[in-house]
């Protein structure tokens, strides 16, 4: 049974930094990358990586420079540093994973999914 777990959420003053992580366990997909989700906002796509292709990265507009995205192999866990956090970042945040999604920052092709971890950043 597919299971990811995150773990690092927290909350920050406006400025500062957290670092997310996410367990694969035993399962190894081509494809992770972190979602979030604000109240009352639909889920939207952050960043992903790759294992195939050379290990291709995307990133979202809104938090390209100030996020990174990593993935350790042999752990087989996902990192999201995140810095100069906003307000605008608080969300619950989502590991995700797939072979191969369509389009990476896609909610919609992902099929699994972590339980989420709180990131709420204070003005």
């Given at each position: 049974?597919?299971q990811?777990v995150?773990?690092?959420?927290g909350?920050?003053?406006a400025g500062?930094s957290?670092r997310v992580s996410?367990?694969a366990?035993?399962?190894?997909?081509?494809?992770?990358?972190?979602?979030?989700q604000?109240?009352?906002?639909?889920?939207?796509?952050?960043a992903?990586i790759?294992t195939?292709?050379?290990g291709?990265?995307?990133?979202?507009?809104?938090?390209?420079g100030?996020f990174?995205?990593?993935?350790?192999n042999?752990?087989n866990?996902?990192?999201?540093?995140m810095n100069?956090l906003k307000?605008?970042?608080?969300?619950?945040?989502?590991?995700a994973?797939d072979?191969r999604?369509?389009?990476?920052?896609?909610?919609r092709?992902y099929?699994?999914?972590g339980?989420?971890?709180?990131?709420t950043v204070?003005s």
């Amino acid at each position: 049974q597919v299971q990811l777990v995150e773990s690092g959420g927290g909350s920050v003053q406006a400025g500062g930094s957290l670092r997310v992580s996410c367990t694969a366990g035993r399962f190894i997909f081509s494809t992770m990358g972190w979602f979030r989700q604000a109240p009352g906002k639909e889920r939207e796509g952050v960043a992903a990586i790759t294992t195939d292709g050379g290990g291709r990265i995307y990133y979202a507009d809104s938090v390209k420079g100030r996020f990174t995205i990593s993935r350790d192999n042999a752990k087989n866990t996902l990192y999201l540093q995140m810095n100069s956090l906003k307000y605008e970042d608080t969300a619950m945040y989502y590991c995700a994973a797939d072979w191969r999604p369509l389009s990476p920052l896609t909610y919609r092709d992902y099929h699994y999914w972590g339980q989420g971890t709180q990131v709420t950043v204070s003005s």
